[in-house]
């Protein structure tokens, strides 16, 4: 079995959890504290609020942590306000929270008359079928570094992208039935985890 973490602080917590246990030899657990991290081999960051779960990170020391692992090479895997978590810059904020992957997020990018909407689109790295997204209030990419994969456009705008490790959807495949991007993700884990049993 391998164990996935999820955030959950705040959020869309147990739709990432169910998913990761639809799959074989997968194991989704609540992370709740660092001493939670200790036996995840790959960490999702939930959608919910970017500002509450910042705040919360800092709270509950969480932030130094999860940095930690990520910089050890944990994969890490940010869906909407988990991408924001994640990103270096946020436009119109001063400040970021995690700040690992090198890009540029605009929060609640598709404005008010597009709250919510859901379209498909073909992502090759992660399924030979198209894949359902589902967008809430979504931010999208901005600018992304030379470094950053991208993986998916809508529209025109970066909506899913990978950089080393790092993961980062704007939208959320865990309110949907496809299972693609958490199995995607899940073989990230796998194989860190049979890295770092190595080093
Ligand atoms: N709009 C939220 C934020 O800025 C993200 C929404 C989501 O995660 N569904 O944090």
Same mark, same amino acid.
């Given at each position: 079995? @391998?164990?996935?973490?999820?955030?959950?602080?705040?959020?869309? %917590?147990?739709?990432?959890?169910?998913? +990761? #246990?639809?799959?074989?030899?997968?194991?989704?657990?609540?992370?709740? $504290?660092?001493?939670?991290?200790?036996?995840?081999?790959?960490?999702?960051?939930? /959608?919910?609020?970017?500002?509450?779960?910042? $705040?919360?990170?800092?709270?509950?020391?969480?932030?130094?942590?999860?940095?930690?692992?990520?910089?050890? /090479?944990?994969?890490?895997?940010?869906?909407?306000?988990?991408?924001?978590?994640?990103?270096? *810059?946020?436009?119109?904020?001063?400040?970021?929270? @995690?700040?690992?992957?090198?890009?540029?997020?605009?929060?609640?990018?598709?404005?008010?008359? +597009?709250?919510?909407?859901? *379209?498909?689109?073909?992502?090759?790295?992660?399924?030979?079928?198209?894949?359902?997204?589902?967008?809430?209030?979504?931010?999208?990419?901005?600018?992304?570094?030379?470094?950053?994969?991208? +993986?998916? $456009?809508?529209? /025109?705008?970066? %909506?899913?992208?990978?950089?080393?490790?790092?993961?980062?959807?704007?939208?959320?495949?865990? +309110? *949907?039935?496809?299972?693609?991007?958490?199995?995607?993700?899940?073989? $990230?884990?796998?194989?860190? #985890? %049979?890295?770092?049993?190595?080093?």
């Amino acid at each position: 079995m @391998l164990t996935i973490g999820v955030l959950a602080l705040q959020g869309a %917590v147990k739709e990432h959890l169910d998913h +990761l #246990n639809a799959l074989p030899q997968i194991r989704g657990v609540a992370v709740k $504290k660092a001493a939670d991290l200790a036996p995840v081999a790959g960490l999702i960051l939930p /959608g919910g609020e970017s500002t509450a779960m910042g $705040k919360l990170l800092r709270e509950f020391l969480l932030s130094r942590a999860i940095l930690d692992r990520i910089q050890e /090479g944990m994969p890490v895997w940010g869906t909407c306000a988990g991408m924001i978590l994640l990103a270096r *810059t946020i436009a119109g904020q001063e400040t970021g929270y @995690l700040g690992v992957m090198d890009i540029c997020v605009r929060r609640n990018a598709y404005g008010s008359q +597009l709250d919510s909407f859901s *379209t498909e689109a073909l992502i090759p790295a992660v399924s030979a079928a198209p894949v359902p997204l589902v967008f809430i209030r979504a931010p999208y990419v901005e600018e992304a570094g030379a470094d950053v994969t991208v +993986l998916a $456009k809508v529209d /025109g705008h970066i %909506v899913a992208v990978e950089q080393d490790h790092m993961l980062a959807t704007a939208f959320h495949p865990e +309110l *949907t039935d496809d299972l693609s991007f958490h199995r995607y993700f899940a073989a $990230k884990a796998a194989a860190w #985890n %049979v890295l770092k049993t190595n080093l």
